[in-house]
């Protein structure tokens, strides 16, 4: 007789009951959004009292979140893409070398996890600041890939530690130098974790808030930014809208994503086999 069979009832449909509680808890301000981003009336109310599409139609085209999403694209395709080449080096050099101050370099790229974004944001806007320079795209990419290199590096790093070195070690007997080797059997072997590095640095660029509302200006503030200095002059569902937007299109992302790639093993949630 298995262990859970063995249970007493009451244990075995608390367990069930408490997973249940807990995503209702979570989830319940995700459905509340969902709904009121459906009502008709121009104030922000639950539950609505009749339905309309409107506000989604006011998300795509309100002139800020369109030179706001034009930001965000830009911003989040150099941050990843970059995050992504230096997360990528680095996690081969933490895998394979041995330095002195190792321990403390990994601290410190991963610091991002721990510190306070706006700390960041604040620090970067002091030094700016300081040093007269021109708050422009350039900064609020360096902001954000010092923000998402700690989720590359983990991406990679996971993909580092599931590889068969051998394979590496067969090419190189072969007489393939050094370079051939990275470029024709490491990076290959290493495509759904580079791949799932970048799209999460993709998706924590893409939203990030606090740090860019520090370093944005109104020629360079993203999309998050767009929908903070909504909110400050208008309360109707808009926001909402929006935020169902973000929902779908991240969910989305995440599922093809997990279908093509299984993020459950890039990510070291799922054992390799």
Known sequence: MCMRSALPLPL?????VTVALILAFVLMPVLVVSIAAFNERAILTFPPQSWSWKW????????????????????TAWASSLALVIGTALAIAVKRLEFWGKAALQ?????????????LGLGLLILVAQFQVER????????????VLPFVLRSVYVSLENMDERLEQAAASLGATPVKVLFTVTLPLLAPGLFGGWLFAAIMSFNEFTASLFVTTQVTQTLPV??????????????????????????????????FLGLGKVLNIEEGH
Request: aromatic share 14%.
């Open 12 to 16: 075995r449909v608390a367990g069930p």
């Open 56 to 75: 989604f139609a006011r998300v795509f085209t309100y002139p800020d979140f369109q030179h706001g999403f034009k930001s965000s694209l830009i911003v």
């Open 136 to 147: 422009g795209f350039a900064l609020v990419i360096l902001c954000h890939v010092m923000l």
């Open 107 to 119: 601290s410190v790229l991963l610091s991002p996890l721990v510190i306070p974004h706006f700390t």
């Open 226 to 259: 767009s929908m903070y200095n909504y909110v400050r002059e208008y309360a109707d569902p808009t926001l909402a809208a929006l935020s169902v937007v973000y929902i779908v299109v991240t969910a989305g992302a995440l599922v093809i994503a997990n279908r």
